[in-house]
């Protein structure tokens, strides 16, 4: 079993930058992949970035390439994404994630956190 607790969400103005952070515990949570997914209200859930349980590898949606950087904690329990340049559409509920892969899919990803909110103000 993974447990999964997200922080660092709020509300910030267009342009401004926030730092997520996904807390990870369990017996095998360092094998773990993890990811970032945002849901807006009214849309589907839609991955943002994910990173290697090595932290070597990673992948982001094309919208977020270049504003947003996800990382890993040297004890890999831990993992952040970088939120910079933000834009009103942003706004949504994000998710972090753990699955065996890196994956792009919310079927890729077997435990999740309960969100944190971010606003972007424009």
């Known amino acids: 079993q993974v447990q999964l607790v997200e922080s660092g969400g709020g509300l910030v103005q267009a342009g401004g930058s926030l730092r997520l952070s996904c807390a990870a515990s369990g017996r095998t949570f360092t094998t773990y992949a993890l990811g970032w997914f945002r849901q807006a209200p009214g849309k589907e859930r839609e991955f943002v970035a994910a990173?290697?349980?090595?932290?070597?590898?990673?992948s982001y949606a094309d919208s977020m390439k270049g504003r947003f950087t996800i990382s890993r904690g040297n004890r890999k329990t831990t993992v952040y994404l970088q939120m910079n340049s933000l834009k009103p559409e942003d706004t949504a509920v994000y998710y972090c994630?753990?699955?065996?892969?890196?994956?792009?899919?919310?079927?890729?990803?077997?435990?999740w956190g309960q969100g944190t909110q971010v606003t972007v103000s424009s």
């Open positions: 994630a753990a699955g065996p892969a890196v994956g792009v899919s919310v079927a890729d990803y077997n435990y």
């Open positions: 990173i290697s349980w090595s932290g070597l590898s990673t």
